[in-house]
């Protein structure tokens, strides 16, 4: 099933249809709530506020990735050269990633999901899995055991967080220390630069946690694996408002239909479901409600 099989031209055209306002108000809006956390918690330290901060920013640090994410298919902005810039500067290197490496492992995903060569398959194929299983998998994540070892294979220069890919663009790493010197300066000059420690140790546990539910909710347990048709290899989580707030930012949840029409940013994904299920194209595809639902999916026993 291609897009222009099922949708109109008009369809096509006003879905691909790209925003550099409601782009901008994606990253500066994410931009802004990290660092309303990282003033809260640095004006009023408890274990209450740092709680908050650990649930709650990586939702946060996950926006700025699937923001990448977006830039990498060049569906944020109009312009190749906005999508690049803040792509990697605002977006990519924060999270230790890089756009360019992760453009170009996330297209192989694309091209061969629904097949045994997906590069991304390691991620999900193993699912169901024992919940004993995966209790040690989120031990490991909110321990920091998963995110000392992703620090470790990008000190050697592998290509990005998000990514398989093991070489990244060059001088990679100094550019990444440098986005997080500036963004320690900026911290310190508010007065709470200590919060930078609570950024990257939220992002070396729960944020570890939050990516590995979002692998399992796109692509783990779903109706065929090896199915080429999107509707069977990808999954799409109908999420409440809280759950995609921490664990879904930017419509990433809308994982199926991305899949489908991968130029269509994400602000327009909830419009091309509609579109979808208004044809009927979504009739066989089993819905599931929220990332409880997912869970309960991936355990086996």
Same mark, same amino acid.
């Given at each position: 099933?291609?897009?222009?099989?099922?949708?109109?031209?008009? &369809?096509? &055209?006003? *879905?691909?249809? =790209?925003?550099?306002? =409601?782009?901008?108000?994606?990253?500066?809006?994410?931009?802004?709530?990290?660092?309303?956390?990282?003033?809260? $918690?640095?004006?009023?330290?408890?274990?209450?506020?740092?709680?908050?901060?650990?649930?709650?920013?990586?939702?946060?640090?996950?926006?700025?990735?699937?923001?990448?994410? &977006?830039?990498?298919?060049?569906?944020?902005?109009? +312009?190749?050269?906005?999508?690049?810039? $803040?792509?990697?500067?605002?977006? @990519? *290197?924060?999270?230790?990633?890089?756009?360019?490496?992760?453009?170009?492992? /996330?297209?192989?995903? /694309?091209? *061969?999901?629904?097949?045994?060569?997906?590069?991304?398959?390691?991620?999900?194929?193993?699912?169901?899995?024992? %919940?004993?299983?995966?209790?040690?998998?989120?031990? =490991?994540?909110?321990?920091?055991?998963?995110?000392?070892?992703? *620090?470790?294979?990008?000190?050697?220069? @592998?290509? #990005?967080?998000? #990514? %398989?890919?093991?070489?990244? #663009?060059?001088?990679?790493?100094?550019?990444?220390?440098?986005? /997080?010197?500036?963004?320690?300066?900026?911290?310190?000059?508010?007065?709470?630069?200590?919060?930078?420690? $609570?950024?990257?140790? +939220?992002?070396?546990?729960?944020?570890?946690?939050?990516?590995?539910? =979002?692998?399992?909710?796109?692509?783990?347990? $779903?109706p065929n694996l090896y199915d080429p048709d999107v509707r069977m290899n990808t999954r799409t989580v109908e999420a409440p408002f809280w759950q995609r707030f921490l664990l879904a930012p930017n419509n990433v949840n809308f994982h199926m239909e991305h899949h489908f029409m991968?130029?269509?940013?994400?602000?327009?994904?909830?419009?091309?479901?509609?579109?979808?299920?208004?044809?009927?194209?979504?009739?066989?595809?089993? &819905?599931?409600?929220?990332?409880?639902?997912?869970?309960?999916?991936?355990?086996?026993?």
């Amino acid at each position: 099933m291609r897009p222009s099989d099922v949708l109109s031209a008009q &369809e096509r &055209e006003q *879905l691909l249809e =790209r925003s550099d306002f =409601r782009a901008w108000v994606h990253v500066l809006s994410t931009w802004a709530l990290t660092f309303g956390i990282l003033l809260l $918690v640095g004006h009023f330290p408890s274990v209450i506020t740092l709680l908050f901060a650990w649930i709650v920013l990586p939702g946060r640090q996950l926006s700025l990735a699937v923001l990448m994410h &977006e830039a990498g298919h060049g569906s944020l902005f109009k +312009t190749k050269g906005l999508n690049t810039w $803040v792509g990697q500067w605002l977006c @990519a *290197l924060p999270t230790l990633g890089d756009l360019a490496a992760y453009a170009r492992g /996330h297209t192989a995903h /694309h091209r *061969l999901a629904g097949t045994d060569e997906d590069p991304d398959l390691p991620n999900y194929r193993a699912y169901p899995i024992k %919940k004993s299983s995966l209790y040690r998998k989120w031990t =490991r994540d909110l321990t920091g055991q998963t995110g000392f070892k992703l *620090l470790a294979a990008l000190a050697t220069g @592998a290509g #990005s967080q998000m #990514s %398989k890919e093991t070489v990244g #663009s060059s001088n990679l790493v100094a550019k990444q220390v440098l986005v /997080h010197l500036l963004f320690a300066s900026i911290l310190i000059a508010l007065g709470v630069g200590w919060t930078w420690f $609570v950024w990257m140790g +939220t992002f070396l546990t729960s944020y570890m946690w939050v990516v590995r539910l =979002r692998q399992v909710g796109e692509h783990a347990v $779903v109706p065929n694996l090896y199915d080429p048709d999107v509707r069977m290899n990808t999954r799409t989580v109908e999420a409440p408002f809280w759950q995609r707030f921490l664990l879904a930012p930017n419509n990433v949840n809308f994982h199926m239909e991305h899949h489908f029409m991968a130029g269509v940013p994400c602000y327009n994904l909830p419009k091309l479901r509609a579109i979808l299920k208004s044809k009927g194209l979504l009739d066989d595809v089993p &819905e599931v409600k929220g990332y409880g639902q997912v869970l309960k999916l991936a355990v086996a026993d």
